[in-house]
């Protein structure tokens, strides 16, 4: 086995390590498994509650930091400090998703990269909260390596950076696919299912109530963190949407294969279309039909083995779906967070040491 490409990692998170896996847990968790990385020290985002650690896997350290001071008011750099004086103190790698925070924890005589899941600065984000964003992913793009999750991202930092980053895209953990056993739902179908976080910025919530309102379709199940304000809940809640909450990761395959039809009806915006979707890979390897609008990774690999249409046809599409039975994806498998994790890696040993200044 060859030596790790770094034996302690810092990875600047913009969520909690839970049981609902993101795209830093999959490869996180991937990277210390095969031997790429020694240990990884996880910065949760912070909060005004004390330090909390924990210690999910073999190699693996979460942290909660305190947060001492709004950002508005030098909150990050005082975080940033406290930070590489305590977790972060001898990390050799820093893996940053929290643009905003990493270029105040990023120093010159250590390697790093920014990785771009979510193009932020396209969403609903508060004027000076988009600034903060902007200006820290201008500062990491001339001085860290970029590394994007999907083709679109890679171009949107070609034409903002001149600069061509490296895709490393996302997958699934295969393991969790072998003997799946559908759960049960209950109630007669057919069975409509969206797997994801309700995100009001990715859900189209007039399209759920549109498609459950429809007497052809069936019980049409979300099932995810829930993030959305009242007034969506109320409204899917009155069209008789099952919020089903979040489950864990390894849970996610018998969900997917318990529906009849798996659907993504997100928005269509600058921001959907610059995601790489996990689902698009989980519906994928589940083998059911699928229904999405062509954004968040969907409209990439839209074809004749899957059925993304635009958002005024979707309904219709929906039921055209259910009319013909359920036919298994025709998809090549999904690629596993195994192999992620081997591409990524290959990056991580050719990274040069960040670059100076502030």
Known sequence: MTD????????????RWD???????????????????????????????????????????????RLGLPKRAGGLRLLAAALRRGPLRDTDLLWINDASLGRWVAQPDQRAFY??????????????VRRRLVTAED??????????????????????????????????????????????????GPHLGYVG?????????????????????GKVHLVG?????????????????????????????????????????????????????IKAYEYAAAGRPVVATPTSGFQAIASNKWSPTISSDFVAEVTVVLGAGAQPSRLPPAVGWDERAKDLGGLLGGLSVLSAGR
């Open 225 to 277: 963190p829930d993030i959305l304000d009242a007034g969506s809940r109320a409204r899917l809640d009155a069209a008789g949407v099952h919020r089903r909450g979040p489950v864990a990761h390894t849970e996610v395959p018998a969900w997917l294969r318990a529906f009849d039809v798996l659907i993504c009806p997100h928005v269509v915006t600058a921001f959907t279309l610059s995601l790489d979707a």
């Open 115 to 128: 990785d771009v899941t979510d193009d932020w600065r396209a969403s609903a984000l508060s004027d000076r």
């Open 19 to 65: 049981d609902v896996w993101r795209r830093n847990q999959h490869l996180a968790s991937q990277l210390v498994e095969q031997g790429i990385v020694e240990r990884i020290t996880f910065v949760e985002p912070a909060e005004w509650a004390p330090r909390e650690i924990g210690h999910p896997s073999p190699g693996i350290t979460t942290v909660r930091p």
């Open 139 to 188: 500062w990491l793009s001339t001085r860290a390596t970029t590394v994007v999750c999907s083709d679109e991202l890679a171009r949107r930092w070609k034409q903002r950076y001149e600069t061509d980053p490296a895709v490393v895209g996302n997958g699934v953990d295969l393991r969790h696919w072998r003997n799946v056993v559908p759960i049960t739902l209950p109630g007669a």
């Open 4 to 15: 790790p490409v770094a034996v302690h990692m810092g990875v600047l998170s913009l969520e």
């Open 197 to 217: 976080t309700l995100h009001a910025e990715r859900l189209d919530v007039d399209l759920i109530v549109e498609l459950a309102r429809c007497t052809a379709v």
